[in-house]
């Protein structure tokens, strides 16, 4: 099948930065889109940015202009920079992915699938 290894979390100041990583690995035949969610305390899952196999990309409004999603086809990663941190960005990050991954008797998928979390933990 296929996983996704999380990592980049961790405690930042107000107004710092931080760069999350997630890399995919199986018997991946194809990844389509890549995304990042978070959940904070007391709130739903929010999704935070998606980016597309062909690098188009979308954020939520709380976040535009502050973070940045890409990715590395090459290397089944898909990153989220984030600038300009706040406190209310404090949350665990999930990354997820929509992928095929091979069998010995075919493809299986598209599935989607997510990360273990990484912690985000903007002090102010």
């Known amino acids: 099948q296929v996983q996704l290894v999380e990592s980049g979390g961790g405690l930042v100041q107000a107004g710092g930065s931080l760069r999350l990583s997630c890399a995919a690995s199986?018997?991946?035949?194809?990844?389509?889109?890549m995304r990042w969610h978070r959940r904070a305390p007391g709130k739903q899952r929010e999704l935070v940015a998606s980016?597309?196999?062909?690098?188009?990309?979308n954020y939520a409004d709380s976040v535009k202009a502050r973070f940045t999603i890409s990715r590395d086809n090459a290397k089944n990663t898909v990153y989220l920079q984030m600038n300009s941190l706040k406190p209310e960005d404090t949350a665990v990050y999930y990354c997820?992915?929509?992928?095929?991954?091979?069998?010995?008797?075919?493809?299986?998928?598209?599935?989607?699938?997510w990360g273990q979390g990484t912690q985000v933990t903007v002090s102010s």
């Open positions: 980016i597309t196999s062909g690098g188009l990309t």
């Open positions: 199986g018997s991946i035949l194809s990844i389509n889109a």
């Open positions: 997820n992915a929509d992928a095929t991954y091979y069998t010995y008797s075919g493809p299986r998928g598209p599935y989607t699938y």
